[in-house]
């Protein structure tokens, strides 16, 4: 079981769709509280001109990654059933202070 998993996009595609499908394990027992909290990152596929030399020009660019915004996918509805189906989500530009401490962890993983 994974804790994240990651999807393409198209290189500059204004308004993306994904359709790929994540399965999770979930707890016996839901409540309002649980959601998939989603993060989007951009990702520089450009080479920095700083680094390339004629050593590097073999190598593979690094990517360098930068959270941009995360999206919150609550499970159950108000009538505390199991949601399912097509959404569109909300973006957020940052995530309430002290969320259930996964900005710190988050900035962590980008860093």
Do not use: W
Not at 24 to 44: D, E, G, K, M, S
Not at 99 to 110: F, P, R
């Amino acid at each position: 079981l994974t804790a994240s998993a990651v999807t393409a996009v198209t290189y500059h595609d204004k308004a993306p769709s994904f359709y790929e499908e994540v399965k999770i394990q979930l707890p016996a027992v839901l409540t309002r509280q649980h959601h998939v909290l989603f993060t989007f990152f951009h990702v520089q596929c450009q080479p920095d001109k700083k680094s390339s030399s004629s050593k590097d020009k073999d190598k593979a660019p690094a990517a360098n990654e930068a959270a941009v915004g995360y999206a919150v996918l609550p499970l159950l509805g108000r009538d505390g059933r199991i949601i399912d189906d097509c959404h569109n989500l909300a973006l957020l530009l940052d995530l309430s202070p002290g969320y259930m401490g996964a900005k710190q962890s988050l900035q962590k993983t980008i860093e």
